[in-house]
């Protein structure tokens, strides 16, 4: 058999060849670019050929500040394609993450959006290897206190469109980094190789998974920044789809809008969107029809949620599971052949796990007493290897609790039904140990979300001196909806044992969040505790 490598830039080369017309939409703020695949080969070259000239070398790392929209794709493509690495950094972290990540990854250039400049003048001074920061606007240069800063249309002007990307980069180069956004202590560095991109995008373009097509038109709502925005990009451009790129600071009803109006066919994102959206589509008058899917994940999807999407707006809802040390993705929720006469609550109760692993991805499920039985009863700890799955950290002493013996031990657990489907039922340091027995939040945050008075719910554990520890349910209400504990206490006795039902109901106009929209429970225990004691007090 022939060798090739699996290089990033033939995903691009293919889109430019045989999809040139196609297009990649892209809102800036108040500007929506349209341009062709043609169009944006040659500004990644252009902007490959400036890097190189710029004298970035082969495994320098570039850091992306940015929302979704072209330049941000060009830079995806076009680092990797001179050799050096595209490391997107998620602005909703802490300035001490984001110095440290910076820092940590030792970026050469900075990548950033006018209206996020403001937060890299304020922390610019501790930036220990950054030599210039390139401004994507569409505007002037904005006036700035950072002295080596260029306006990125200008900076790439006097690259060459027709530029030959070099011919000795391997497939098991460093292509990509992302840093997990950390509830505890550093977040730590994970790097993507150019055959680990390659092989996650033809995973998402399996018939089985994503199935990303060139008829297909997608909006990640999930943000470039984090974990390459589940690497949908990369597999879009490589499969010719149209993309359409939200840009900054969207609302639910310009989300809704664009879905609309570009007869969007997949999008993606976290659960708090996809409530954020719902809330406006049934507030709103909008044709979502287009939609075969809404991808979800970064956190368990409420069946509830899931019902509506399907069965109110016979959308399609593909529930998903990986996180950023596995590119991201490792698990699609798709009905077996024999399952698909199910009707009702048996099919959703399928859809509402996070399914099975795509090809590509081994699992183990490990138990106190080893691997645990195919009976979605046993719980056990998530055990995942692959070829885009890390093997360690960067430049972190931490990798050795994590990657053990050749797997990634997730942290997650889950349980395994007979046919091989996973169910998260909560992050190991969220599981409720309540007498001896274990008690899954996520379980009830999910029954919690599927009343129809409840926006949000979160469920964490308090001291208890008999039991060890009790739940505590955390609630955000629809708008007008009255405090009803004893009714939702009620909901959920008609699912679970007694001795599972949360100790309380506290009533919250906001639920702490990560940077990623997943419930921040270290946060929320600390709240829930301050307001017992001013209780107490």
């Known amino acids: 058999m022939m060798h090739g490598d699996l290089l990033i830039t033939s995903m691009l080369e293919r889109a430019e060849n045989l999809f040139p017309e196609k297009q990649v939409i892209s809102r800036t703020g108040e500007k929506v670019h349209r341009l062709t695949y043609r169009e944006i080969g040659r500004r990644t070259r252009q902007l490959a050929s400036k890097l190189q000239k710029s004298g970035l070398q082969k495994g320098q790392k570039a ?15 076009a680092l990797p394609a001179v050799g050096a690495v595209v490391h997107t950094i998620n602005i909703r972290l802490s300035p001490e993450h ?47 206190k950072i002295d080596s800063v260029y306006s990125y249309e200008e900076w790439i002007a ?20 992302c840093f997990t956004s950390a509830t505890t202590g550093n977040p730590k560095g994970v790097v993507y190789t150019h055959r680990s991109t390659v092989l996650h995008s033809m995973s ?27 690497g949908l990009p990369y597999a879009s451009t490589w499969m010719g789809a149209t993309q359409v790129l939200p840009g900054p600071r969207f609302t639910p009803g310009l989300l809704a809008g664009m879905l609309q109006d570009e007869k969007v066919t997949v999008t993606a994102g976290v659960p708090t969107i996809w409530l954020a959206l719902l809330k406006e589509l049934d507030e709103g008058s909008y044709d979502v029809s287009s939609l075969r899917a809404v991808i979800c994940g ?33 698990t699609v929720s798709r009905l077996k052949s024999h399952q698909q006469e199910l009707t009702g609550d048996d099919r959703l109760a399928i859809r509402a796990r996070q399914g099975l692993p795509v090809p ?33 950290y960067y430049k972190d002493d931490r990798s050795e609790e994590t990657f053990r013996n050749g797997w990634l031990h997730t942290g997650d657990v889950c349980t395994v039904d007979r046919e091989g489907t996973i169910k998260i039922v909560d992050r190991t340091k969220d599981l409720i140990k309540s ?6 939040s996520v379980d009830l945050e999910n029954e919690l979300m599927a009343h129809k008075d409840v926006f949000e719910a979160s469920v964490v554990a308090v001291p208890d001196p008999q039991w060890q520890e009790r739940p505590v349910a955390c609630v955000v209400l629809h708008e007008d909806r009255e405090e009803n504990k004893e009714e939702l206490l009620h909901h959920l006795e008609q699912r679970f044992a007694k001795w599972w039902l949360p100790d309380d109901v506290l009533f919250m106009e906001d639920i702490p969040k990560t940077s990623v929209g997943k419930f921040l429970k270290r946060e929320l225990r600390d709240q829930v505790q301050q307001r017992y004691e001013s209780k107490r007090g």
């Open 63 to 77: 850091g992306t500040l940015a929302w979704n929209h072209h330049r941000h794709l060009e830079l995806y493509f």
């Open 360 to 392: 590509g991805v081994e699992m183990k499920v490990r138990g106190s007493g080893g691997d645990v039985a195919w009976d979605d009863e046993e719980m056990g700890e998530l055990l995942l290897r692959g070829p885009w799955i890390a093997d360690s």
């Open 98 to 144: 984001i110095v440290y990540i910076i820092n940590h990854a030792e970026d050469e250039l900075l990548f950033v959006d006018a209206d996020i400049l403001p937060l890299v003048e304020a922390v610019y001074e501790k930036l220990t290897t950054v030599k210039s920061v390139i401004v994507m606007t569409d505007d002037p240069l904005p006036e700035t």
């Open 158 to 177: 006097d690259g060459d469109a027709e530029f030959r990307f070099p011919e000795d980069i391997q497939e098991t180069d460093p292509a990509g980094m």
């Open 298 to 330: 970064g956190s368990a999807a409420p069946a509830g949620m899931i019902r509506t999407f399907e069965e109110k707006y016979d959308v399609p809802f593909l529930h998903a599971y990986g996180m950023t040390e596995t590119s991201p993705l490792v």
């Open 435 to 440: 007498g001896g027995e274990w008690i899954s």
């Open 204 to 230: 998402l373009s399996l018939a089985d998974s994503a199935a990303l097509s060139e008829s297909d038109t997608l909006l990640p709502v999930v943000p470039m920044f984090h974990v390459n925005a589940w």
